[in-house]
């Protein structure tokens, strides 16, 4: 990894203007090596490298001047100069005196001298600058008189001489003394190499694994290793991000050794109860506070500090305001906790555990619950779990107490009791949050214990039931489990009620129509007149939502019953919930009004209760509203954003895929929208049936059909047409008849055309489906126009037009408009393709407004094929440097990189036409070749 490539080319540059002296000064594990190193390399010129190491030489006294003198000897200096120098040393060291170093340091300096005349003498040298590179490592730990004969060295530079001295800060001057600096007549210059940034770590880590980490583990191993580069480089070698969290990976896996000796190194230095306070310190997650430290180990707070004074003069540790300390960096507190004895470990945490109960303060529950686990009381670090799970929920927190309880639950050594008791709450939050593969696995886990009790069993079992429903949209796995909850309830009647009403919801499960309601009548007869309300809520809410789902009338009064609010978090969380599901269903009955007024009393609520799995629902079907009504302004990055913000879940995806691949066909984007529609919650097969499957299925039918692939378009409404069948609730599929319809039709299959209109038809007869009723309309004049009946078809295209412009659908109402148009102009009367001209002109303007940019143009070119002119106020005749709408169109195309060919096929252009497009585009862009291009932002 190129740590500072930037410093090594200053470093580089400095030391080829000789005579130079570098300091280098950074704390261990900072890259001074590693700097050095690349330095020399980089310094192929120099006529001699001479390195020598201040750390882990003899005591006594030149030690490190005879370091330097053999290594200049070894390197080519003149033997009978370095002799001079070596007897100057034993005169020193037999008899100290000022005038006998100074004979030390001449003799030294002479031998410099000497090497570079030598050097330079050489005709192969010549130019060779600098003559002498002197690398000197850790000068810190060089005896005090080296030290001296270094700092006359400096002090007096050598005309072809570059000294690079290295050191570890201690607070102090550099270890060569003061004001060195202002003694050399061209300056010593100093660097301190910082810890790296973010970005580099991120940056070292795609390096290391070949691709780029997620964002939040880059911050956690920088957060972790505080950038030091040694330490960066041995996480990133023991971990990588599919271990997980760096902090327990690290403790499962193993500290690096060489943490672990940076570690030991640096605790050796310490005294006996400074070392003592710094262990117990290692164990306390966060920073530490000297009165709870103090209490732990029985001192007074005064000596507590001054223990933990000495630990950051050793650079273990760093103040961090308040009375507070933590490690510098936190890892090493994580290598000196790794590195004490278990039974000491245990006995700690236990003490730890005592004194923060003591403090009596919920913010230490979390605390508690860690420590106590840690001294191996499990019963006690399930009590404070509970308590602690309990505030988080009363602050809105969720997550935090899911992660805690399947902290603790994934604990062999809880008991059997406890560990029930945990999971009934776990399964409780886990239905709100977004988080379920931990939990679906607890919750198994838990479930082959047969010892169980069978009411125990039961409620486990409900939540793992709706855990994979809903989050894990596995609708077939879910209804197994919930069917056995049900009977395992039997004797709880409440929770049995929810289990037989969630059963009754219809896009669970490949099941028909007639089951999903067997099991409503059940729920409506099992549920009790009181109970845990939340329970009870959540019953009445499924059954409005079925209701609402199959376009049954009585579901408004369903709707209606429900209470605007409740008066606890979990009831709230339930009817959040069901006005998701009634906005849902609202959306594909085509009642817009009412789905933005379910939305908004569901955001209301969500606002109270913070359920993230409700909210994160209820923001997918506020994107399916908008594509709907035609809101389609910042829609695709509204639904981006939406999958960036944790749609873990299928289900809770789908939505976001399916609107992103409906605005990209109507945008000419192909590839783009088969990848989108290839998400697993818009996949057959993933156990559950919706609207949003049966849309999944009109887009795959359609995307086939521009392709010109109408086996496979025929294929999927075959396919997508028999599971509807097979599910029996047809007011879904309003979109997708319309597309199965449009296929068949194609591969002249008129009358299995109509013998699916009919089907549809039946059913929604008595269903409140004014969506469906507009298609159905539609899709009788598709099958009237291939019946050669263009007078009848028209009229039924612009009946369907009206019902869906007074539906709010303006998508939808453009295709219905331009499929009237196309039958009018099928007419030999000059009114009727009058009448064409001026459908096809409203439906391109919609087309236009709506931002579907390959409609738009198909039914421009079709307008103006027949004479006619678009409808809309002109646009401006000159765009300056700007880009005209146009441009914009093609700059898109371009960036997605499609040739001037499928340009001119996606706009229905001439080629010359595009290629003139293209030019001014490059040009506006300031762009020499296509790939440069990049999609425009929107104005």
Same mark, same amino acid.
């Given at each position: 990894m190129n740590l500072d490539e930037a410093l090594v080319s200053e470093l580089s540059a400095l030391v080829s203007r000789p005579p130079a002296v570098v300091l280098v000064g950074a704390g261990p594990g900072m890259g001074k090596?590693?700097?050095?190193?690349?330095?020399?390399?980089?310094?192929?010129?120099?006529?001699?490298? @001479?390195?020598?190491?201040? $750390?882990?030489?003899?005591?006594?006294?030149?030690?490190? @001047?005879?370091?330097?003198?053999?290594?200049?000897?070894?390197?080519?200096?003149?033997?009978?100069?370095?002799?001079?120098?070596?007897?100057?040393?034993?005169?020193?060291?037999?008899?100290?005196?000022?005038?006998?170093?100074?004979?030390?340091?001449?003799?030294?300096?002479?031998?410099?001298?000497?090497?570079?005349?030598?050097?330079?003498?050489?005709?192969?040298?010549?130019?060779?600058?600098?003559?002498?590179?002197?690398?000197?490592?850790?000068?810190?730990?060089?005896?005090?008189?080296?030290?001296?004969?270094? $700092?006359?060295? @400096?002090?007096?530079?050598?005309?072809?001489?570059?000294?690079?001295?290295?050191?570890?800060?201690?607070?102090?001057?550099?270890?060569?003394g003061a004001r060195l600096g202002s003694a050399v007549s061209g300056g010593v210059h100093e660097f301190r190499p910082a810890p790296l940034p973010q970005s580099q770590?991120?940056?070292?880590?795609?390096?290391?694994?070949?691709?780029?980490?997620?964002?939040?583990?880059?911050?956690?191993?920088?957060?972790?290793?505080?950038?030091?580069?040694?330490?960066?480089?041995?996480?990133?070698?023991?971990?990588?991000?599919?271990?997980?969290?760096?902090?327990?990976?690290l403790s499962r896996k193993g500290m690096p050794e060489v943490i672990a000796a940076a570690a030991v190194e640096r605790l050796a230095r310490l005294p006996v109860r400074a070392r003592r306070l710094t262990a117990v310190a290692a164990l306390i997650r966060g920073p530490v506070a000297v009165s709870l430290l103090a209490q732990v180990c029985a001192l007074p707070v005064g000596a507590a500090e001054a223990g933990l004074s000495r630990a950051v003069d050793a650079g273990v540790m760093s103040p961090a305001g308040g009375g507070l300390f933590t490690f510098a960096p936190p890892v090493l507190g994580l290598a000196v906790g790794a590195g004490l004895p278990a039974v000491d470990r245990r006995r700690w945490h236990g003490a730890i555990a005592r004194a923060l109960e003591s403090q009596e303060s919920d913010a230490a529950l979390h605390e508690l619950v860690f420590h106590t686990r840690a001294a191996g009381d499990v019963t006690a670090s399930a009590r404070f779990a509970e308590r602690a799970a309990e505030r988080a929920v009363r602050a809105g927190d969720t997550a935090e107490a899911i992660e805690l309880l399947q902290g603790l639950l994934a604990d062999p050594a809880l008991p059997r009791r406890s560990r029930a008791a945990l999971a009934g709450r776990l399964g409780r939050l886990a239905l709100t949050s977004l988080a379920y593969v931990e939990t679906v696995a607890l919750l198994r886990a838990i479930l082959t214990d047969e010892r169980l009790p069978e009411g125990v069993r039961g409620?486990?079992?409900?939540?793992?039931?709706?855990?994979?429903?809903?989050?894990?949209?596995?609708?077939?796995?879910? $209804?197994?489990?919930?069917?056995?909850?049900?009977?395992?309830?039997?004797?709880?009647?409440?929770?049995?009620?929810?289990?037989?009403?969630?059963?009754?919801?219809?896009?669970?499960?490949?099941?028909?129509?007639?089951?999903?309601l067997w099991w409503l009548e059940q729920a409506e007869r099992t549920v009790p007149g009181r109970g845990d309300p939340a329970l009870l809520t959540a019953v009445v809410v499924n059954r409005a939502s079925v209701l609402m789902e199959i376009g049954d009338p009585r579901a408004w009064e369903a709707a209606a019953a429900l209470p605007r609010d409740g008066a606890t978090p979990s009831e709230r969380q339930q009817l959040v919930r069901g006005y998701v599901n009634l906005a849902d269903a609202a959306i594909c009955l085509g009642h817009h009004a009412a789905a933005t007024d379910f939305l908004a009393r569901a955001d209301d609520l969500a606002g109270?209760?913070?359920?993230?799995?409700?909210?994160?629902?209820?923001?997918?079907?506020?994107?399916?509203?908008?594509?709907?009504?035609?809101?389609?302004?910042?829609?695709?990055?509204?639904?981006?954003?939406?999958?960036?913000?944790?749609? #873990?879940?299928?289900?809770?995806?789908?939505?976001?895929?399916? @609107?992103?691949? =409906?605005?990209?066909?109507?945008?000419?984007?192909?590839?783009?929208?088969?990848?989108?529609?290839?998400?697993?919650?818009?996949?057959?097969?993933?156990?559950?049936?919706?609207?949003?499957?049966?849309?999944?299925?009109?887009? $795959?039918?359609?995307?086939?059909?521009? #392709?010109?692939?109408?086996?496979?378009?025929?294929?999927?409404?075959?396919?997508?047409?028999?599971?509807?069948?097979?599910?029996?609730?047809?007011?879904?599929?309003?979109?997708?008849?319309?597309?199965?319809?449009?296929?068949?039709?194609?591969?002249?299959?008129?009358?299995?055309?109509? =013998?699916?209109?009919?089907?549809?038809?039946?059913?929604?007869a008595t269903r409140d489906c004014p969506f469906g009723q507009a298609m159905l309309a539609h899709c009788r004049g598709a099958t009237a126009t291939a019946a050669g009946r263009h007078d009848e078809a028209a009229g039924l295209h612009a009946e369907a037009a009206t019902r869906l412009a007074a539906l709010s659908r303006p998508y939808e109402q453009a295709r219905a408009l331009e499929a009237a148009a196309r039958c009018r102009l099928a007419a030999p009367v000059d009114p009727a393709r009058t009448t064409a001209a001026r459908q096809l002109a409203d439906a391109a303007q919609l087309f236009t407004t709506l931002g579907a940019t390959w409609e738009a143009a198909r039914c421009t070119r079709l307008l103006r094929d027949h004479g006619g002119t678009p409808s809309g106020r002109p646009g401006r005749r000159g765009y300056g440097d700007r880009l005209s709408p146009r441009e914009r169109e093609v700059c898109r195309l371009i960036a997605l990189g499609r040739t001037n060919r499928q340009i001119a096929d996606l706009l229905f252009l001439s080629p010359r036409t595009v290629e003139r497009h293209v030019a001014g585009v490059m040009r506006k862009l300031g762009c020499t070749a296509r790939d440069q291009v990049r999609l425009p932002a929107v104005d």
């Open positions: 090596s590693w700097l050095v190193r690349r330095v020399v390399a980089a310094s192929q010129r120099a006529g001699m490298t @001479v390195s020598a190491g201040c $750390r882990g030489l003899p005591d006594g006294q030149y030690v490190v @001047v005879r370091e330097l003198v053999d290594a200049l000897v070894e390197a080519g200096c003149d033997r009978e100069r370095a002799g001079g120098a070596l007897r100057a040393l034993e005169s020193a060291e037999r008899s100290w005196s000022g005038e006998n170093e100074y004979r030390v340091c001449r003799a030294v300096r002479g031998l410099l001298v000497g090497a570079v005349r030598r050097i330079r003498s050489a005709a192969a040298r010549q130019g060779c600058e600098p003559a002498v590179l002197v690398v000197l490592e850790d000068v810190e730990c060089a005896d005090a008189p080296s030290r001296r004969v270094m $700092r006359y060295v @400096v002090e007096r530079p050598t005309d072809g001489v570059a000294l690079i001295l290295t050191y570890t800060p201690d607070g102090g001057p550099s270890p060569l770590v991120a940056a070292w880590a795609a390096e290391v694994a070949g691709a780029p980490p997620p964002q939040r583990w880059a911050e956690s191993v920088h957060q972790l290793t505080g950038g030091v580069p040694l330490f960066v480089g041995e996480v990133l070698a023991r971990l990588t991000p599919e271990d997980g969290d760096v902090r327990q990976a409620e486990l079992r409900l939540h793992l039931g709706l855990l994979l429903s809903n989050q894990a949209g596995d609708g077939d796995t879910g $209804r197994v489990e919930l069917i056995r909850a049900a009977r395992e309830l039997r004797r709880r009647p409440a929770p049995a009620a929810r289990a037989m009403s969630a059963l009754a919801l219809p896009y669970w499960g490949s099941c028909a129509l007639r089951e999903h109270c209760a913070g359920p993230t799995y409700a909210r994160h629902l209820a923001a997918a079907t506020g994107l399916r509203l908008a594509w709907a009504t035609g809101r389609w302004a910042g829609l695709a990055a509204d639904a981006h954003q939406h999958l960036g913000e944790g749609a #873990r879940s299928p289900f809770g995806a789908a939505d976001a895929f399916l @609107v992103l691949a =409906q605005l990209a066909l109507t945008q000419g984007e192909w590839d783009e929208a088969e990848e989108f529609l290839r998400a697993p919650g818009l996949q057959p097969g993933s156990g559950w049936t919706g609207p949003e499957f049966t849309v999944g299925a009109a887009t $795959r039918i359609r995307l086939a059909l521009v #392709r010109g692939q109408l086996p496979v378009a025929l294929a999927e409404a075959t396919r997508a047409t028999a599971l509807i069948r097979g599910k029996g609730v047809w007011a879904w599929a309003g979109e997708l008849v319309d597309a199965a319809v449009e296929a068949m039709l194609r591969g002249g299959g008129l009358r299995r055309a109509g =013998q699916l209109l009919d089907e549809f038809a039946r059913d929604i």
